[in-house]
């Protein structure tokens, strides 16, 4: 190899190594994403926990309610009902269970995914937030021993649209639905909720173990941060004085 040859190959390799230094430090300086899936999956559960505290206490604010969440065994909250567009299919949102305790106490969230609303949904409307008010330990029990299940005539529960319904006849149906936008239900006196499923792993993320509904039910963890909504909600059952 003569002397030109051999300037050339020093060039070409210097060259090499420059671009290589040049590419690792911009790999360097990109950041990166470290933020685990459980992570995000807690912050987004700590965000719909947040925007339920909302919602009840517009329900505090609603003539008679006060009377049904005192005898009421539990209560499903979707901060954000989602409508579908047509021929989409179902939309839904997350939903957050609590029950009532023996002691009278409420438990700590249970997250779930919802599916559609089988009527209602006039036109205009794109969603808001949706109440179900679980009146009986049946309509409580529909959420603890199935999956993939639906709040309905079929699934032997009766809802009862909150605006239809008269006043003392709360007791008349298992279920108690709501919503803070006019004409998510429709012109109808009942609704039905599909496809509720329990979010095992926006669950397991909240509490930062694995847990069954029924554990969080029982009190086997909590997590301190639920406690702004389960305050809101026994203020929500007082009596007005």
């Given amino acids: 190899m003569n002397t030109k040859q051999k300037r050339r190959m020093n060039t070409i390799f210097y060259a090499l190594l420059a671009h290589a230094v040049v590419v690792h430090g911009a790999a360097a300086q990109t950041p990166v994403d470290t933020t685990s899936s459980s992570a995000k999956q807690e912050a987004i559960a700590s965000e719909h926990v947040r925007d339920a505290v909302a919602v009840v206490r517009k329900l505090d604010d609603v003539e008679r309610m006060q009377g049904v969440l005192t005898s009421a065994k539990g209560i499903f909250i979707v901060p954000n009902y989602r409508r579908a567009a047509v021929g989409v299919g179902a939309a839904g949102g997350t939903g957050i269970l609590l029950v009532r305790r023996a002691n009278g106490g409420w438990s700590d969230p249970v997250f779930y995914n919802t599916g559609g609303l089988s009527v209602g949904l006039q036109a205009g409307v794109e969603g808001g937030s949706l109440?179900?008010?679980?009146?009986?330990?049946?309509?409580?029990?529909?959420?603890?021993?199935?999956?993939?299940?639906?709040?309905?005539?079929?699934?032997?529960?009766?809802?009862?649209r909150w605006n239809k319904m008269v006043q003392g006849t709360a007791g008349a149906g298992d279920v108690v639905a709501w919503s803070d936008t006019q004409g998510l239900f429709g012109d109808v006196a009942t609704v039905q909720v599909n496809d509720i499923r329990f979010n095992q792993n926006v669950t397991n993320a909240y509490y930062e173990r694995t847990l069954s509904a029924t554990d969080v039910i029982k009190g086997t963890t909590n997590n301190p941060q639920a406690a702004p909504l389960v305050d809101a909600l026994v203020a929500a059952a007082e009596p007005a004085k």
């Fill in 131 to 160: 109440v179900l008010v679980l009146n009986n330990d049946k309509a409580v029990n529909a959420f603890l021993k199935k999956n993939n299940f639906s709040v309905n005539a079929k699934a032997g529960l009766t809802v009862v």
